[in-house]
């Protein structure tokens, strides 16, 4: 008696065993794919970076040659003249001084508040905590040009309205900050952390300092490379606060070059390419810690 034979599907040559009925992946459309995301990102970063190269270009350029026809990308006579005159001839020095010490004071004053009250609003309990939230989360939406002359009243009558501490009065406590740490703090530090702690016999202060800070690294990395730019980048609350140009900032004294008589474009943007080294810097050495908050704040849990 003969055995019936039964029809097996065919396996695909270049398919291994076992895998018959299973799609392969198509490669050609993943390396298209690709190739159009990094396609798209260099034509991006040639934006972003276009502005800066031509400010990097044009600051070794003579003043007649900026505004040349057809436009030149790379100087035809390089001078350093530009920025020999900008930092001999005018208060840079001075200007750059005062934007990174006021950037650094309140980068750090920042961070430790927004990260107190930040602990505060996500781990305690206390009466009226949702309304304060509430307006604190609501003041985000209010641009600050609305705020800026009762500020600078309250300032004046208070007798606060020494430039040095007036500077830094906008970023002391900023909502975005506070609400950033709220929102880490409830994903990343768990309560069974602090009632350990508690029970261990440690303080509020040195629970704080001890746990919940080291816990926090990554966002307050991101925090303080926001507030410095922030910060250091100011214009509209300097230029109400400071009547004299030999202590502007780096931004108001560069507009104050730039408003001049004889309209000093090439200082100006050898300022500009003098004042991105601060940020560039602030950049590189929190890079890890600004690319690991932003992860953090991207995952839930």
Known sequence: MSTPVVDRPREDPGQGPGTSGRLRPDRGHGRGSRALLYLTLTVLALVFLAPLLWALSGSFKPRGDIFATPPRLLPTSPTLENYRTLLTEQPFWTWFAISTAVALIATVVSVFVCA???FGFAKYRFAGKRVLFALMFSSLSIPFA????PLFVLLVKAGLGNPWFALIVPWVAPAFGIFMMQQFIVQSVPDDILEAARIDGCSEARTFFTIVLPLLRPSLGALAVWTFLQS??????PLVIISDTSRATV????QTLFQSENRAYDLVLAGSVLATVPTILVFLLLRRQLLEGLAAGAVKG
């Open 146 to 149: 609305v705020i800026l002359v």
């Open 232 to 237: 250091y980048n100011s214009f509209l609350w």
């Open 251 to 254: 931004p108001l004294g560069l």
């Open 116 to 118: 107190m009250a930040g």
